[in-house]
């Protein structure tokens, strides 16, 4: 079993030599052997325990605290414990890190594409950051129930060219058109548009949005507030309106 000086225990755990003495003095660290001339000697429990002691002293428990906990029967259990619950505050924090660092590099990345940097340019970023997911999930909802009418489409489609029955897909197309509409009144009731021009954020009509040409993150529009027409920006909408027009606007 290897035994080391105070200075060597006080290197390998990375505290002072005096902090090693004191913690012998308190009786939180008490050296496993002497040598002839009377040096403390430390095993590599002791320098194990002594790891645990600065983590423990890292959450700010008190040395008598730290003391009792080392003194307890039980004191491994109740470390393991401590130990378990920092791993998963640490797990969590590293998680809220991870998507602040997301949020950041998505920033950057839309304002790369930005024409100009501007404080409306980051707030338009922002507010498409902030509504991202919620995005995501919108169109993932219409994804998922467009799937199974896709698919039923076809069958009628394949049924009509090997049978020459066309009778279901003629059903199909007349029962589909309730769908559509339902589809864009979802989809429209839900999301508002940023206009490049004034930074505004408005809703459309939705004749205009449903007829508007667009790609799938922007749609050609007119603004309502500076009379800008061209693609604005999709976002989710913040707070539903009914009256065609803004869900609660920013100023230029």
């Known amino acids: 079993m290897s035994n080391y000086t105070t200075g060597e225990i006080a290197k390998r755990c990375g505290v002072s030599v005096r902090t090693v003495q004191y913690y012998g003095v308190k009786g ?11 040096r403390w000697l430390y095993s590599e429990d002791d320098c194990k325990k002594l790891k645990i002691v600065c983590f423990l002293r890292e959450l700010d428990l008190s040395l008598d605290k730290i003391g009792k906990l080392m003194r307890e ?4 259990e109740v470390i393991a414990l401590i130990l378990e619950e920092q791993r998963c505050q640490l ?10 660092l997301e ?35 919108l169109r993932r909802t219409l994804l998922l129930t467009g799937i199974p009418m896709t698919l039923a489409e076809w ?13 279901p897909f003629a059903v199909y197309t007349v029962a589909i058109v309730p769908y559509a509409l339902w589809v864009s009144r979802y989809y429209f009731t839900r999301v508002a548009y940023i206009c490049p021009q004034c930074h505004q954020i408005f809703v459309p009509s939705m004749k205009q949005a449903f007829w508007a040409s667009h790609t799938p993150t922007m749609r050609k529009l007119s603004c309502p507030y500076c009379g800008y027409h061209g693609f604005c920006v999709e976002t ?16 230029a």
């Open 103 to 137: 949020r950041l590099q998505e920033l950057q990345r839309l304002l790369g594409k930005s024409e100009r940097f501007s404080v409306e340019s980051i707030g338009d970023a922002a507010h498409r950051m902030e509504n991202k997911k919620k995005m995501k999930k």
């Open 155 to 167: 069958g009628t489609v394949l049924l009509w060219i090997f049978t020459g029955i066309w009778l």
């Open 91 to 100: 797990a969590e924090e590293l998680g809220e890190k991870r998507e602040k």
């Open 28 to 38: 939180i660290l008490t050296p496993t052997d002497l040598t002839e001339g009377g």
């Open 73 to 76: 029967a039980n004191s491994e």
């Open 236 to 251: 989710y909408r913040r707070e539903e309106r009914t009256d065609g027009n803004a869900d609660g606007h920013r100023s």
